[in-house]
């Protein structure tokens, strides 16, 4: 999967609501190299690190395909970064299977899970009832760890080094975050993948405890 752009904060955008004040969804492509480290690209800021995140929700990824989709929907040109994606990818991110690490440059990521649309998405939009529309479209892209800090730029490719044999996509998640537990549980205790912490949330307590 080619990476087309690699997108960081443009500006700090106020919000009248929130623990911060302040959001950094509105992102922009940069030129060449970019170093990529555990908390996401060189450059980037995450304001609300504990919900919108940390090492765990690194990078986010958005298909060029459903970026297009949403501009024939919305009726206006959707530039890189707009959704407060790191990156845009010819190839579809919602079918990657969680826990599967990719290469990108000399930077290794790992798919932890799919975006929970919040109402500082739906600020930034300014569109009431943007997030029932968002969810209901069904495609969220996928979140990253970085397992390896390194540079990449766009042009680069997503090279596949490894990937799970639980079978539970990225897409699977955001639509069914119960249905799959039982399976993502076993693959988590059987040491096949490491469960995002934002994800074991998803899960039972009961199940939880068993990780």
Known sequence: ????????????????????????????????????????????????????????KAVYAMSNEQMAWWEQELGEELRPGIFGENLRVDGDVDSLILGSRYRLGTVELEVTGCRNPCRTFEYWRGEEGWLKRFLHHGY?????????????QA?????????????ITVR????????????????????DIELATYVQNYLPEELRNTL
């Open 140 to 152: 969220s892209g996928a979140y990253f760890r970085v397992r390896v800090a390194g540079e990449a």
């Open 155 to 167: 042009g680069d490719e997503l090279f596949e080094l490894h990937v799970p044999g639980h079978g």
């Open 1 to 56: 999967m080619l990476v087309t752009h690699l997108c960081i904060v443009s500006e700090l955008v106020p919000v009248p609501f929130g623990r911060v004040g302040v959001t950094a969804i509105n992102k922009l492509p940069v030129t060449g190299p970019i170093k990529i480290v555990p908390m996401g690209l060189w450059g980037d800021i995450q304001c609300d690190r504990a919900k919108h995140g940390g090492v765990e």
């Open 172 to 191: 699977d998640l955001f639509h069914d975050r119960t249905n799959h537990v039982e399976t993502l549980a076993k693959a988590h205790r059987a040491g």
